[in-house]
């Protein structure tokens, strides 16, 4: 049974930095991409970041030179760390691995 859980949201202020823990269970980093999402309020969910099987990484331009999308083969675990978090950077943070996705977990940018 695969299962992917995401950790590490939370309230933070403008300007501020946040990492987000993606552990999965079930399934190998090793051969598969993994990919970070978001979903803000009454918004569609969109892609903000992608780690290949080979490292190589993409990411949405509204992110990028804030966010850092890693991952850790060996303990199963994809992270992303966000600096310069905006209020437009607010909504539910989802991880993705092939048709899985995890629970997700909640970012909130606010003063």
């Known amino acids: 049974q695969v299962q992917l859980v995401e950790s590490g949201g939370g309230l933070v202020q403008p300007g501020g930095s946040l990492e987000l823990s993606c552990v999965a269970s079930?399934?190998?980093?090793?051969?598969?991409?993994v990919a970070w999402h978001r979903q803000a309020p009454g918004k569609q969910r969109e892609f903000v970041a992608q780690?290949?099987?080979?490292?190589?990484?993409t990411y949405a331009d509204s992110v990028k030179g804030r966010f850092t999308i890693s991952k850790d083969t060996a303990r199963h675990t994809s992270y992303l760390q966000m600096n310069e978090l905006k209020p437009g950077d607010t909504g539910v943070y989802y991880c993705?691995?092939?048709?899985?996705w995890g629970q997700g977990t909640q970012v909130t940018v606010s003063s």
């Open positions: 780690i290949g099987s080979d490292h190589t990484t």
């Open positions: 079930g399934i190998m980093f090793t051969n598969n991409a």
């Open positions: 993705q691995v092939f048709k899985f």
